[in-house]
């Protein structure tokens, strides 16, 4: 059993800056790769980015690229999501996920962290 914990959130203004964290636990723990993902009201979750706990690669919806950098620290278990030049269309709800594969679901979400960006 993987837990996950999110931390980092919080109110800013449109231009700033933030640093989300994603903290794993359980004695299982060996993901394939760890994502982000964000859930506005009202909307679906969606994908924001993505990275392999071996290799390192990342992935990013289109909408974050340039702006949103993930990386992990695999001594720590934990994964990062630096987020600059914030928009209001960030506000969301941000969820980390894991899986064991490739071709996997994402699952074993966390509590989830509030991102509110005012314009």
């Known amino acids: 059993q993987v837990q996950l914990v999110e931390s980092g959130g919080g109110l800013v203004q449109a231009g700033d800056s933030l640093r989300l964290s994603c903290a794993a636990s359980?004695?299982?723990?060996?993901?394939?790769?760890m994502g982000w993902f964000r859930q506005a009201p009202g909307k679906e979750r969606e994908f924001v980015a993505a990275?392999?706990?071996?290799?390192?690669?990342?992935s990013y919806t289109d909408s974050v690229k340039g702006r949103f950098t993930i990386s992990r620290d695999n001594a720590k278990n934990t994964v990062y999501l630096q987020m600059n030049s914030l928009k209001p269309e960030d506000t969301a709800v941000y969820y980390c996920?894991?899986?064991?594969?490739?071709?996997?679901?994402?699952?074993?979400w966390g509590q989830g962290t509030q991102v509110t960006v005012s314009s």
């Open positions: 996920g894991t899986r064991i594969t490739s071709y996997g679901d994402f699952g074993s």
């Open positions: 359980g004695r299982t723990f060996r993901p394939y790769d």
């Open positions: 990275i392999t706990w071996s290799a390192g690669r990342t």
